[in-house]
């Protein structure tokens, strides 16, 4: 069992910088693939950003060059620093731990979320 907590969001004027933080507690949390999602109205939740077990990372195409996505296994936290931040970044920001369950199928857990809003 993973328990995920998300901070860091806030109103932010265009052009501005937000660093989200993600606290995960439980045990294994190195094991885990963790993402951050949004979800804006009328749209499925998209992940932003992952990062791998191993260090690797990906992000969606709107958000590279601008956001950066790292990990702590140390005081098992993930981190989304976001730059350069536009209106349609605007939403509700979500972390996610996954990883895969013995024989079959996947352990998934969700924050709550933390609002992000990017408003002049």
């Known amino acids: 069992q993973v328990q995920l907590v998300e901070s860091g969001g806030g109103l932010v004027q265009p052009g501005g910088s937000l660093r989200l933080s993600c606290a995960a507690s439980g045990s294994s949390f190195s094991t885990y693939t963790m993402g951050w999602y949004r979800q804006t109205p009328g749209k499925q939740r998209e992940l932003v950003a992952g990062?791998?077990?191993?260090?690797?990372?990906n992000y969606v195409d709107s958000v590279k060059g601008r956001f950066t996505i790292s990990r702590d296994n140390a005081f098992g936290m993930v981190y989304l620093q976001m730059n350069d931040l536009k209106p349609e970044d605007t939403a509700p920001y979500y972390c996610k731990a996954r990883r895969a369950a013995p024989g079959a199928g996947w352990y998934e857990y969700w924050g709550q979320g933390t609002q992000v809003t990017v408003s002049s």
């Open positions: 990062i791998s077990s191993g260090g690797s990372t």
